[in-house]
């Protein structure tokens, strides 16, 4: 995955295969994070979006607005929707089965019952996450904060074990906060960016791939 914004592609590095990747968040940043990462993540080859939705979804506008500023080809992103927990699972599944490479799935708990006592649903998809990335898929959460905790995502606490990789995302007037909170291999790292930073280009949008690869994405 792949966000053509530095300081957040510096942050998450290094990414061993298998890890899972998760941002999560004041959504007004997160659903614009979404975009981006989808289109930069295009130009590297297929990208399956799975966005969980009462109503909206992907902006085609955003996403060919941020197609000008960064390298990427539309054509390799495929969206599919899900309008209810039922819908994420058989779409995780099919994912798994057809053998996808890279997937983002924004907002996967979104239509969890608001009694934890019924959070099994969460469980279920979190089982359907880990079975897409035991398939071989590189996959990255976009999540919202939790209904029942400030500091932690949606999903409950199996979810959040199972994510290697988690960065907190708050906006403030001008800049946004990125709190790496969980990294196998790094501590605690705070870093800053402007929001109006996600609707630009970047001149790191256009290494190759082969050099995060061979440089650890620094």
Same mark, same amino acid.
């Given at each position: 995955?792949?966000?053509?914004?530095?300081?957040?592609?510096?942050?998450?590095?290094?990414?061993?295969?298998?890890?899972?990747?998760?941002?999560?968040?004041?959504?007004?940043?997160?659903?614009?994070?979404?975009?981006?990462?989808?289109?930069?993540?295009?130009?590297?080859?297929?990208?399956?979006?799975?966005?969980?939705?009462?109503?909206?979804?992907?902006?085609?506008?955003?996403?060919?607005?941020?197609?000008?500023?960064?390298?990427?080809?539309?054509?390799?992103?495929?969206?599919?929707?899900?309008?209810?927990?039922?819908?994420?699972?058989?779409?995780?599944?099919?994912?798994?089965?057809?053998?996808?490479?890279?997937?983002?799935?924004?907002?996967?708990?979104? #239509?969890?019952?608001?009694?934890? &006592?019924?959070?099994? *649903?969460?469980?279920?998809?979190? %089982? =359907?996450? +880990?079975? @897409?990335?035991?398939?071989?898929?590189?996959?990255?959460?976009?999540?919202?904060?939790?209904?029942?905790?400030?500091?932690?995502?949606?999903?409950?606490?199996?979810?959040?074990?199972?994510?290697?990789?988690?960065?907190?995302?708050?906006?403030?007037?001008?800049?946004?906060?990125?709190?790496?909170?969980?990294?196998?291999?790094?501590? #605690?790292?705070?870093?800053?960016? &402007?929001?109006?930073? *996600?609707?630009?280009?970047?001149? %790191? =949008?256009? +290494?190759? @791939?082969?050099?995060?690869?061979?440089?650890?994405?620094?």
């Amino acid at each position: 995955m792949f966000t053509a914004l530095p300081v957040l592609d510096e942050l998450i590095r290094p990414l061993p295969e298998g890890w899972v990747v998760e941002f999560f968040g004041d959504w007004d940043v997160i659903e614009v994070l979404l975009h981006r990462a989808a289109v930069a993540s295009s130009a590297f080859g297929r990208v399956y979006v799975i966005f969980t939705q009462d109503f909206g979804g992907l902006s085609p506008y955003l996403m060919g607005r941020l197609s000008k500023v960064i390298r990427s080809d539309l054509s390799n992103v495929f969206i599919a929707r899900a309008f209810k927990v039922e819908d994420t699972l058989a779409l995780l599944k099919k994912a798994a089965e057809e053998g996808v490479k890279e997937v983002l799935i924004a907002d996967p708990y979104l #239509h969890l019952p608001n009694d934890p &006592r019924k959070y099994w *649903l969460g469980t279920a998809v979190t %089982a =359907s996450i +880990r079975e @897409l990335v035991r398939s071989g898929a590189e996959v990255t959460v976009f999540n919202r904060v939790s209904r029942f905790g400030r500091f932690l995502p949606e999903g409950g606490n199996y979810h959040h074990h199972s994510i290697h990789v988690l960065v907190g995302l708050s906006r403030g007037s001008v800049s946004v906060r990125a709190d790496l909170i969980k990294h196998p291999l790094k501590p #605690h790292i705070i870093k800053y960016f &402007r929001f109006a930073d *996600l609707y630009r280009g970047s001149s %790191a =949008s256009h +290494r190759t @791939l082969l050099d995060w690869v061979s440089k650890g994405g620094a």
